[in-house]
């Protein structure tokens, strides 16, 4: 009986850690995520090829900003992810309240930005025709500079 009960504890244990290490599926606008993230998310198999899945759709995803970039002759910046140097432009109209909103935070603070998935438009989505795969360079739209914010 005693064994028994110790097969029943292993196996309830092995059933509850295989749970555990299953991948979270994404979910585009719900919480924020990282630049990795969306980059791991759009170019899975069947959402690359289905990008009715996730173009178009808002997202929320954090970051970190090189304040560099920041020109009011460009109309685009990275949110970089430092975990393994991942960037994804963000489009934007960029103006002085933008860039003073942007100066004004700490320099590692994380960015929180609210948008819109989009394809790169200069780059799109390549596909290898030796291979069934390929891959999508997204990019995020930001419309208003109240969805952008530091924390």
């Not at 685009?76 to 002085?96: E, P, Q």
Request: include cysteine; charge should be negative; proline fraction near 2%.
């Amino acid at each position: 009986m005693k064994n028994k009960s110790v097969l029943l504890i292993a196996i309830l244990s092995i059933i509850t850690l295989f749970q555990n290490c299953s991948h979270d599926e994404i979910i585009l606008d719900e919480d924020y995520i990282w630049v990795t993230d969306i980059y791991r998310y759009v170019n899975q198999k069947e959402i690359c090829e289905n990008t009715t899945k996730w173009l178009n759709k808002e997202v929320k995803v954090k970051g970190y900003i090189n304040r560099e970039d920041f020109q009011l002759d460009t109309n685009r910046f990275c949110l970089f992810d430092i975990r393994n140097g991942s960037c994804i432009y963000v489009y934007a109209h960029i103006d002085t309240s933008l860039i003073n909103k942007v100066n004004s935070s700490d320099v590692s603070s994380v960015c929180y930005i609210k948008g819109v998935l989009k394809v790169d438009p200069n780059i799109g989505i390549v596909y290898d025709f030796k291979t069934p795969d390929c891959s999508v360079f997204p990019v995020i739209y930001l419309y208003n500079i109240e969805d952008i914010y530091f924390k």
